[in-house]
């Protein structure tokens, strides 16, 4: 009898062990389970730095002012460039630079000297009606809106886009049409001087003759 309860004692107690080591067993699964729910719900909720401040996209450098040709184009001319030469690279189109030499001074009116747009193929486009306007007017890439920057800067001024009032006529938005063999540009540009004052510019240009006029 007393081998018996001893038995089932013994038996009991291995029972009782089992027990609390399966129960261990099911706290650290559970548990382990708590942990992964948690904290791929906090992901889920929280998203990464990556998402939250997307880095923003790498600046394009700055093209490398190419001046030789102006450098060049103005000895032909009898006027070596004894200061330094620049180009407006914001300016370039096609095969066209925007150059000058020397530096205006900060908050100088000054016009830029000896302002002037190249191509790769000899043209020329100053200030003045005979430049080649054709060549530059017929340069692919170029809209009404391009013309007018780079056409105002040659006559040391701004262009006005906006469609605004003025006070002796109202400003347009520029236009380049072609048409015929004949390429017309018109726009309103704002001399940089002081006080400013505003123009409208005509440009009618073929291969042969150019016509500009400047409305005062």
């Known amino acids: 009898m007393s081998r018996a309860l001893s038995s089932a004692s013994r038996f009991a107690r291995w029972l009782i062990m089992k027990a609390n ?13 708590g942990v992964s729910y948690q904290a791929n719900e906090s992901r889920a909720q929280k998203p990464t ?5 997307p880095q923003a996209p790498t600046p394009k450098p700055t093209p490398t002012e190419d001046t030789e040709r102006y450098i060049e184009w103005m000895k032909q001319r009898g006027k070596p460039i004894s200061d330094r030469p620049h180009e407006n690279v914001s300016l370039r189109i096609g095969d066209w630079g925007f ?12 016009p830029l000297r000896d302002r002037v747009a190249l191509d ?14 054709y060549s530059f007017l017929s340069t692919r890439e170029l809209d009404a809106a391009g013309a007018l920057n ?3 800067w040659l006559f040391n001024a701004g262009g006005l886009h906006s469609e605004l009032k003025g006070s002796a006529a109202k400003i ?6 072609a048409g015929d063999g ?17 123009r409208r510019i005509t440009i009618a240009t073929t291969a ?4 500009l006029v400047i409305d005062r």
């Open 120 to 133: 790769r193929d000899g043209h020329a486009v100053t200030e003045a009606e005979n430049s080649d306007w």
């Open 208 to 211: 042969t003759t150019t016509k």
């Open 172 to 177: 347009t938005a520029p236009t380049l049409t």
């Open 99 to 110: 150059f000058y030499h020397g530096d205006r001074p900060v908050g100088s009116w000054t």
């Open 49 to 53: 730095t990556s998402e939250q401040n």
């Open 21 to 33: 080591r399966i129960g261990l067993v099911a706290l650290f699964v559970l548990s382990a389970l």
């Open 182 to 198: 004949t390429i017309t540009f018109r726009g309103w540009w704002q001399a940089y001087s002081d006080p400013p004052y505003s």
């Open 150 to 152: 780079r056409v105002a």
